[in-house]
C-alpha cells in the first residue's frame, strides 16, 4: 500500500482503529436496522365509545448511532491518509519529536597511542638439566 516510512508504524495502527470504528457501524447498521414500535391510538366513535387501533413508528436512534460511526470511521481514514501523504512528502514535519524520539549521541575521542612491537632477542637458551 505505501512504501515503507518513518510513520509506517503509528499509521497502521489508526488506520486499524478507523477502520475497525467503521466495520462497526456498517455491521451494527445490517443487523440491528430500524425499529418498528407499535403503539394503540385511542378516539371516541360516533355512537360515543372509546374505540382505538394501532400505529406503528420507526425509530431511528439505532440508525443514527451506526451512521454516526461509519461516518467517523470514513472520514478517520480520510484524514488520517491527507495527514499520511503530507508528512511523507515534507519528510519533516513539526510531529516528528512525538513520533520518533531522539537519542543525543555523545562523541568520545581515546588517546592515539604509537606502540610498535619488537620482539626481543634471545642470546642464550637455558635447557634444565636432569639428574
Not at 47 to 68: A, F, K, P, R, W
Not at 100 to 129: D, G, I, L
Request: aromatic fraction near 12%; proline fraction near 5%.
Amino acid at each position: 500500500m505505501f512504501k515503507k516510512d518513518r510513520y509506517c508504524c503509528l499509521f497502521s495502527w489508526i488506520y486499524v482503529m478507523f477502520a475497525s470504528i467503521l466495520c462497526t457501524g456498517m455491521i451494527l447498521g445490517i443487523i440491528i436496522g430500524p425499529e418498528e414500535i407499535e403503539y394503540p391510538i385511542y378516539y371516541m366513535s360516533q355512537n360515543g365509545t372509546l374505540e382505538h387501533s394501532y400505529d406503528t413508528i420507526t425509530t431511528s436512534q439505532n440508525v443514527g448511532l451506526c451512521v454516526t460511526l461509519s461516518i467517523i470511521g470514513f472520514f478517520g481514514i480520510a484524514i488520517t491518509i491527507c495527514v499520511h501523504q503530507i508528512l511523507k512528502k515534507n519528510g519533516t514535519s513539526e510531529l516528528e519529536p512525538l513520533i520518533r524520539k531522539e537519542v543525543p549521541t555523545v562523541s568520545v575521542q581515546f588517546p592515539q597511542v604509537n606502540y610498535q612491537y619488537q620482539p626481543h632477542q634471545v642470546n642464550q637458551v637455558v635447557v634444565p638439566r636432569m639428574m
